[in-house]
């Protein structure tokens, strides 16, 4: 059920069930994080492996020591910065919060999420909510509540309500070696923005030999069709003449004959409205019933890395 039911929420959480909610970002799959049998419910339902840790959702910064301990200075003025918002932090864990949470690690990734009925939520509760994207382990990322649904019809009781998310990607991580910011992953708060507040980031971002984030597999946020990153679109498409072809593109359709489905995410170029945009085009073209899709990389600076980063992670392997 599709709801803006906050109390109805509140129930099913108290209960120990788990419920998606919208964030900024992307939908959650939420359950009370200092429940093992809410957890449990979230992997099952995902379907994720238990080696892929969750992030904590917190209602403010002020709550950051039942979670964490050790905090760095700087990730207290990465939070005093960015949160609420879209930059997870990864911290030296609490002895009480679950391995599960943390798929063992003695860090736990936290963030306060930037949306209003996120954080109407959790003022009500007093437990963190753990919430990993509300789909199926390795597809794309829900970013409205229709998505959520068309994922787990049947299965998934509550879905809260909250408009399509505003950012549309996932989360900045970053984590802290030696007491230096360390990026885990690209997220929708760009390195240059991080940068502006810490200095020099070490990019330390995932791929399946580089354990330090687990779960950033290189696989992954992916469609079912065929997928394909490339410089020069034209170029590519010759290669798939007389096939059914859809188009994700920055800033300009190309000029092309009919049976091929073009997407353009920013017409004014905007890398913001972009990623808003990119896993709702992602969902249409993966339900048109396509032999390909063919995506156009984006400049590589500020939120480009991010939208590069996913795709080259939705391209079948
Ligand atoms: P998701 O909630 O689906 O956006 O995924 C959460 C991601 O956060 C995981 O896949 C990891 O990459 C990262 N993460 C969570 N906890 C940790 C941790 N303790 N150390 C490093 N990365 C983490
Ligand atoms: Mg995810």
Known sequence: MITTNLNKAKEYLINDEIIA???ETVYGLAGNAYCETALKKIFTLKKRPYYNPLIVHI????SLNTIASDIPEIALRLAEEFWPGPLTLVLKKQPHISDLVTAGKDTVAIRVPNHPIALALLEQLDFPLA???ANPFGSISPTSATHVSNYFEGKLDLILEGGECARGVESTIIGFEDNQPVLYRH???????IEKIVGKLIISVNNDSKPN???MLSRHYAPITNTFLTNNVPELLKSFQGRKIGLLLFKNEILIEKNIIQEVLSENGDLKEAARKLYAALHRLDKSDLDVIIAEKFPNEGLGKTLNDRLQRAIKK
């Open 131 to 133: 919430a990993p994207s």
């Open 59 to 62: 209602k403010s910064a002020s």
């Open 187 to 193: 997220g929708s708060i760009s390195i240059e923005e």
């Open 213 to 215: 984030s687990p779960g």
């Open 21 to 23: 909610i919208p964030t």
